[in-house]
């Protein structure tokens, strides 16, 4: 049966991507060795690398004021990283959620954490609006997509003091104006690549401003220095993101993967609105392209979710249960999963409303 992979992450990545990963492992360009037993200092590897920077880049319209890494330890390890390295005295914070409170943990180890705005009165169900963030901040951090609760900010925020933002989940699925921020980042694997590798886009003069020593592996002037080669860098995830990055090139970038995004998310948002057995517990106006959770109806809150689990389940669909903060169902839609699953998925939910449940 075909699979429907909604997975939040590790998630769907381009088929193409992983066939050309897979033929990589056996045989690396013909070369008569695999991607993953040669050195990351060949030539071979080198253009690997390369190609994933340029490509990445060149979809994000990435100035050249900005350098692009490519490290380990994943997004958790950017909570403490971007407070050892930026934060003096004071830096301010967005809680819209799991992830952003976990960024806000590590940072208090290094100095004074302000809570400028915050979605918790509500369960996270909105991205906060109307606030002033205070100008005497080393950086203010988001999270542009709260994966979790399924808020998304729509457009890129003016701020007053450098910009820092956790993109883990959103990144390349919509345009965006780097120039507003200072440092963005995330772990790839939710729409570039597996897990393993981890992105930081940062502008070059904010480094170099706190007091503290800074271990040599985490501070971000080592990995520019180095060129993201002063260890070994996790030479496959970056093998699979330069493919998936070739990938959204060829089908049209940013723009066009956009377009499809918006569709697919209308698709099921409609779907929800209009299922008497389903609703959203996300604010109309901050809903994700990306990670669209859904609950039972009032008139339906008494059902097992298994039940539509196992019925999903039944039509090939995987990684749809919600998380536990949430509850309910969670599909994500990020920039791999094709229009066509979206569409199975509505009809799984038609098909559940008129014959599968009995409330
Ligand atoms: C998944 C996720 C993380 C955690 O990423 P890791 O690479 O597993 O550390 C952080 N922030 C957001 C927004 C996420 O979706």
């Known amino acids: 049966m075909k699979k429907h992979n909604f997975s939040a992450g590790p998630c769907i990545l381009p088929r193409v991507a992983i066939e050309n990963a897979a033929a990589a492992v056996l045989d690396l360009n013909g070369i008569g060795l695999s991607l993953i037993e040669i050195s990351h200092r060949t030539k071979d590897f080198e253009a690997v690398i390369d190609e994933a920077t340029n490509l990445f880049r060149e979809l994000l319209q990435i100035p050249d004021n900005y350098k692009i890494l490519w490290l380990g330890g994943g997004a958790s390890m950017q909570f403490c990283m971007v407070p050892f390295n930026l934060l003096n005295k004071k830096a301010g914070y967005a809680n819209t959620g799991v992830w952003a409170k976990k960024a806000m943990k590590e940072a208090k180890i290094f100095g004074e954490v302000v809570e400028v705005a915050s979605s918790e009165d509500k369960n996270n169900t909105y991205i906060p609006k109307g606030y002033t963030i205070p100008t005497d901040l080393d950086y203010f951090h988001i999270t542009t997509n709260n994966t979790i609760f399924g808020t998304e900010y729509q457009t890129d925020i003016d701020c007053p003091v450098n910009l820092v933002a956790d993109m883990s989940s959103d990144i390349l699925s919509r345009p965006v104006d780097v120039s507003k921020y200072a440092l963005i980042y995330g772990g790839a694997q939710k729409n570039m690549g597996p897990a393993g590798v981890t992105f930081v886009i940062v502008r070059e003069d904010i480094l170099g401003k706190v007091e503290r020593a800074i271990p040599t592996m985490l501070d971000y002037r080592t990995h520019i220095k180095e060129g993201s080669m ?36 209308k698709l099921l948002y409609d779907e929800i609105e209009r299922n008497s057995c389903f609703a959203s517990p996300v604010a109309v106006e901050d809903r994700s392209l ?20 196992d019925f999903a389940k039944s039509k090939g669909m995987v990684g749809l249960k919600g998380h536990r903060l949430v509850g309910g169902f969670r599909a994500s839609t990020y920039n791999a999963l094709p229009m066509e699953s979206v569409q199975a998925l509505v009809e799984c939910m038609q098909e559940f409303e008129k014959s599968v449940c009995k409330c």
């Open 230 to 265: 002063f260890n070994t860098p996790p030479v496959f995830p970056i093998f699979v993101v330069k493919e998936t990055l070739k990938w959204l090139k060829s089908i049209g970038g940013v723009p066009a993967i956009n377009k499809i995004n918006v569709a697919k998310a």
């Open 290 to 309: 990306m990670n669209i959770p859904f609950i039972y109806s009032e008139k339906c809150k008494d059902t097992d979710p298994a039940l539509f689990l």
